[in-house]
């Protein structure tokens, strides 16, 4: 299995829902990441877990709260959003850094087109 | 900081042809990693080809091959025989050795005339 399987593809919400993306990988990566991307910009980095431990996160506001339950589940917990939100969420994972063959490289799922109303 | 700059907005390239897509970055560290990731209408970012800056040897994957100028801190793509399939945003990325934040240049739009 080498694929990062994002759900929802899609999700509309109004500004006082809660609502949460999910992302799980099978490739025994140690590190996941979101990302966000608006149109026709490269993807942000927001948060990323390593061993399933919050090691970086991009001073994103608190409305957004990444969970990593397991090594291979991610979620991002949304709660309050605001319109300039929406965009699209890609979930990434990779190997851990160091120098084996892959390190580094990310594996990204196909995302989650988030509209906040 | 690290930077990435990839100079051309969009870029055309008839069917079967070949094209360069460039990219420059900036940089202290000597151990690193670039990457071309290429990003198609249905948004799912895909590996094209990686580069580990302690290599000489230019990498390639099939149609893709890159040339890795690491004094000029240069790293271009060629996409030889071009076909529909390749059009896409294409971005160029920055890592460094033991570290997780991907730097991505602006992105390089490429169209595929038939």
């Known amino acids: 299995d080498t694929e990062v399987t994002q759900t929802p593809k899609h999700l509309v919400m109004g500004m006082t829902n809660k609502k949460s993306l999910k992302c799980e990988q099978h490739?025994?990566?140690?590190?996941m990441y979101w990302y966000k991307q608006k149109a026709k910009k490269p993807p942000e980095l927001m948060f990323v877990y390593s061993y399933e431990k919050l090691s970086i996160n991009e001073s994103v506001p608190s409305r957004f709260s990444p969970e990593c339950p397991n090594s291979s589940l991610l979620n991002l917990h949304l709660h309050a959003l605001q319109p300039e939100d929406s965009a699209l969420y890609l979930c990434?994972?990779?190997?851990?850094?160091?120098?084996?063959?892959?390190?580094?490289?990310?594996?990204f799922g196909a995302g989650s087109r988030l509209t906040v109303l | 900081a690290q930077t990435v700059t990839q100079s051309q907005p969009e870029m055309s390239v008839q069917e079967a042809e070949t094209v360069t897509l460039s990219c420059t970055y900036d940089?202290?560290?000597?151990?690193?990693?670039l990457f071309w990731y290429k990003q198609p209408p249905s948004r799912q970012m895909i590996l094209v080809i990686r580069q580990e800056a302690y290599k000489q040897q230019n990498a390639t994957e099939n149609r893709f091959s890159v040339n890795f100028q690491k004094a000029a801190k240069s790293f271009s793509l060629k996409i030889s025989d071009s076909q529909l399939g390749d059009a896409a945003m294409y971005f160029c990325?920055?890592?460094?050795?033991?570290?997780?934040?991907?730097?991505f240049g602006i992105g390089t739009k490429l169209q595929v005339i038939p």
């Open positions: 490739m025994g990566h140690r590190a």
């Open positions: 940089t202290s560290e000597s151990d690193y990693y």
């Open positions: 990325a920055y890592i460094r050795e033991s570290y997780q934040k991907v730097t």
């Open positions: 990434a994972s990779s190997r851990p850094t160091g120098g084996s063959s892959g390190a580094n490289v990310l594996t």
